[in-house]
């Protein structure tokens, strides 16, 4: 029986749609990345004050807030699946490939919430310029998207583990690590005025590390997920 | 290392006239560390054949089941599918088996019918309305197939497993405590259950219980 595109597509809706019904119902993962996102930023904002930050440090700021929050809250993903024991039988019943792209689907869902809440929020405490909002936006949906492709693979790992919150972040850091520079440079020369054309290479190796971080999750997930 | 004095092997057929379903296990062993659970056991089993795996507690049932449905890689030995001698790849082995087990859970916070959905969804086919009540309505659950899993009492959520298991129409069921968590009335779905799919599936059920015994034609009993 082969493996049709349009029924791994059907699969895997059907993993994202149920996803998404039980975080609507338990509110596990935005409650987590909320918590620790908008904590941050309440932080952040009592200890500036009336300061105003370069760009520089606007941008490293925002990356750490994002990436902190998501780190809270992606592992659930899969964390959910071990500690309910259904993951045996999701394991038994569904493709692979239908599962990790369903899942990657929903973390992406997650991140995009994140970011809606997260990134004005963002901008008001910290008085950031506004003026290149529309270039920030794609700099942030882009990292979003290598952010979802780069952590989705490490929830399946660590969600086997017995200390899974800081094993996440810890196996997470170093592959998110030239995501992260690229994601704070790119963020802190927008901030700065600069247009989308002056950060060309940083946007095309930010494109290129999602394609290199989906495809090389989709073929080394059914490894992580079998036995 | 030394072994568990235990080693099983035997193989019968039954004629089927269409669509038989194979599994064979050549010289199957698993172990965990240095520990052997069981090994070099062989079944070849056709559409029609059912074993009760017997044996004391610890003796490997639940992990000889698992290994079967490739839940976990045998140490030694493989297993196979085959349909009409054409061996099977694991998505195709995947869409024909069912298997309910105490360990193997449901979605809590989905409702009975968005399970059997769900499952019915990922195995690649479609499940109408008309065949959700059917199905919950087998399994004793008429009325209960909108509230959430997480009120079903225990009995209630073993019914549900039984309603998702048939709702994947199998070739290969696996039972791992097939009664467990059920009242008299339940029992009676389950040996429903079990001698309606008995001729066109191959049925494979680990008990400790006696009476449950009579529910595979041959008896494969581990850690003798």
Redesign the interface.
């Known amino acids: 029986m082969g493996k049709s595109s349009a029924g791994l597509a059907s699969k895997s809706l059907a993993v994202y749609v149920k996803d998404l019904r039980l975080e609507l119902r338990s509110r596990f993962g935005l409650n987590a990345v909320f918590m620790f996102g908008i904590t941050t930023l309440a932080v952040v904002s009592f200890a500036l004050g009336q300061a105003s930050l370069s760009p520089k440090i606007l941008g490293a700021l925002f990356w750490i807030i994002i990436f902190f929050s998501a780190m809270s809250g992606l592992a659930q993903v899969f964390v959910r699946e071990e500690e309910q024991q259904t993951a045996l039988t999701l394991r038994l019943t569904a493709d692979p490939d239908a599962v990790f792209l369903g899942k990657l689907c929903f973390n992406f869902s997650l991140l995009i919430i994140m970011a809606a809440v997260i990134t004005p929020l963002f901008f008001v405490f910290t008085d950031a310029p506004t003026a290149g909002a529309i270039n920030f936006l794609v700099i942030l949906v882009v990292g979003m998207i290598d952010l979802g492709a780069a952590t989705t693979l490490i929830a399946a790992i660590i969600s086997k583990a017995s200390v899974k919150g800081a094993l996440f972040a810890v196996l997470a850091f170093p592959i998110l690590l030239p995501m992260l520079i690229a994601l704070t440079l790119s963020s802190e020369k927008i901030l700065a005025g600069e247009s989308l054309g002056e950060v060309s290479k940083l946007l095309q190796f930010l494109i290129a590390y999602a394609i290199v971080m989906i495809t090389a999750s989709i073929l080394l997930f059914k490894y992580v997920w079998q036995e | 290392m030394k072994g568990r004095p235990f080693e099983l092997a035997y193989s019968f057929h039954f004629g089927i006239l269409t669509d038989v379903f194979t599994l064979k296990a050549v010289n199957i062993g698993k172990k965990f560390g240095e520990r052997i659970v069981f090994s070099a056991i062989n079944l070849n089993l056709n559409t029609g054949d059912s074993v009760a795996v017997t044996g004391p507690n610890g003796s490997g049932k639940t992990t000889l089941l698992k290994v079967l449905?490739?839940?976990?890689?045998p140490s030694s030995g493989e297993v196979q599918f085959q349909d009409d001698d054409r061996v099977?790849?694991d998505?195709?082995v995947?869409?024909r088996?069912s298997?309910v087990a105490p360990?193997?859970?449901?979605?809590?916070?989905?409702t009975g019918e968005?399970n059997l959905k769900?499952?019915a969804?990922?195995?690649?086919g479609n499940i109408t309305g008309k065949e959700v009540e059917s199905l919950l309505a087998e399994v004793g659950l008429a009325r209960r197939g909108l509230d959430l899993v997480s009120t079903y009492s225990t009995g209630m959520k073993q019914r549900l497993k039984y309603a998702v298991a048939l709702s994947?129409h199998p070739q290969l069921l696996f039972l791992d405590e097939p009664m467990s968590g059920l009242d008299d009335s339940g029992q009676a779905v389950v040996a429903s259950i079990i001698n309606k799919l008995r001729a066109e599936c191959i049925i494979i059920l680990a008990t400790n219980e006696k009476e449950e015994y009579a529910f595979g034609q041959k008896q494969c009993r581990l850690g003798q």
């Open positions: 449905v490739k839940l976990l890689r099977l790849d998505d195709s995947r869409a088996i298997f360990y193997l859970n449901l979605y809590d916070q989905l968005e769900f499952f969804a990922v195995r690649g994947g």
